[in-house]
């Protein structure tokens, strides 16, 4: 099992930036690849990135290429989204989930990651 937890949310001013973390315990974090999802309120949680377990290779939404970044640091249990130039739409709680390596990734599918974070808010104010 492993448990997630994130940090790095706020209230930041239209066109800036953010750092989110998640730190990982439990199981080898590096046995995961992992995804970033948010929720903006009224609406369905979405996909916003996804790594997988070596970090070799991201995926990004249309609406965060460009502008995050996911990145991982395995010795230290840790997933990353850089976020620029933010925008008002951006506002959302952030999740972080995690999926097993094994198998073919689906990774913008919510029902593939078996462990998830209790989330953290971010406002982008205009």
């Known amino acids: 099992q492993v448990q997630l937890v994130e940090s790095g949310g706020g209230l930041v001013q239209a066109g800036g930036s953010l750092r989110l973390s998640c730190t990982a315990s439990g199981r080898t974090f590096s046995s995961y690849h992992m995804g970033w999802f948010r929720q903006a309120p009224g609406k369905a949680r979405d996909f916003v990135a996804a790594?997988?377990?070596?970090?070799?290779?991201?995926y990004y939404a249309a609406s965060a290429k460009g502008r995050f970044t996911i990145s991982r640091d395995n010795a230290k249990n840790t997933l990353f989204l850089q976020m620029n130039s933010l925008k008002p739409e951006d506002t959302a709680v952030y999740y972080c989930?995690?999926?097993?390596?094994?198998?073919?990734?689906?990774?913008?599918?919510?029902?593939?990651?078996?462990?998830w974070g209790q989330g953290t808010q971010v406002t982008v104010s205009s």
């Open positions: 790594i997988t377990w070596s970090g070799r290779i991201t």
């Open positions: 989930a995690a999926r097993y390596y094994t198998g073919s990734y689906q990774y913008t599918a919510q029902d593939e990651y078996a462990y």
